[in-house]
């Protein structure tokens, strides 16, 4: 994890400042714990998580306001402020500050949209299957959730059939008893053919 989080601090800036780093994947796929525990290797990077910009009501039609509160300040070197949602409440919370560290990561289901990609250092694709991704957040989430996942899988199939961000990835993760093994994305990057990133300590090649 650590090689890892020193190639993506060496990159170029790409939203001002900032280089954004994008975890997209299927709902279920890990993005969120691969996300913090890169963080963690970055020396607490800040994580947006896409789970506070969408809500009930625009599971997927949250651009203009990622955009307009957080893409465009950090894109100018100004500290972004954001209203996250909350789920259970069903409404928008008081704003929340996110400054313009030297990496920041973008975490959920969307993150690599063609609208955020001119944005991003880099687009990390967690390597899991809709179908196993699925299942595992249905798991996760339990039966009162049920309702709930049938709308969203309907949403999901719908939004990477119009804008996919799997074929734009820099790099694709998959979970493995070791940790994680890095790869080469479909839009092809430089650096070794295959790594394995270790939860704790440093990566070593396969």
Not at 51 to 61: G, M, Q, R, V, W
Not at 73 to 99: K, M, N, V
Request: aromatic share 8%.
């Amino acid at each position: 994890m650590h090689d890892l989080a020193a190639r993506l601090s060496e990159l170029p800036p790409s939203c001002g400042p900032v280089r954004l780093i994008a975890v997209d994947g299927h709902a279920g796929s890990g993005k969120s714990t691969f996300a913090d525990r890169l963080a963690a290797a970055l020396g607490g990077a800040p994580v947006l998580h896409l789970d506070d910009i969408a809500s009930h009501d625009e599971l997927f039609e949250w651009t203009g306001r990622l955009l307009a509160q957080v893409i465009e300040p950090l894109g100018r070197g100004e500290t972004a402020s954001y209203e996250p949602y909350d789920w259970h409440a069903r409404a928008f919370c008081p704003p929340r500050a996110l400054p313009p560290a030297p990496v920041i990561l973008i975490e959920g289901v969307g993150a690599g949209r063609r609208a955020l990609r001119p944005h991003l250092a880099r687009l990390l694709w967690m390597e899991l299957p809709h179908e196993e991704s699925w299942t595992r957040g249905r798991l996760r989430d339990g039966a009162e959730q049920r309702d709930f996942w049938a709308g969203w899988v309907r949403a999901e199939h719908r939004h990477f059939a119009e804008d996919p961000s799997r074929p734009f990835a820099d790099l694709l993760v998959q979970q493995s008893q070791k940790g994680y093994k890095v790869l080469p994305g479909p839009c092809g990057t430089n650096g070794p053919d295959q790594e394995v990133t270790h939860r704790d300590g440093p990566s070593a090649v396969c």
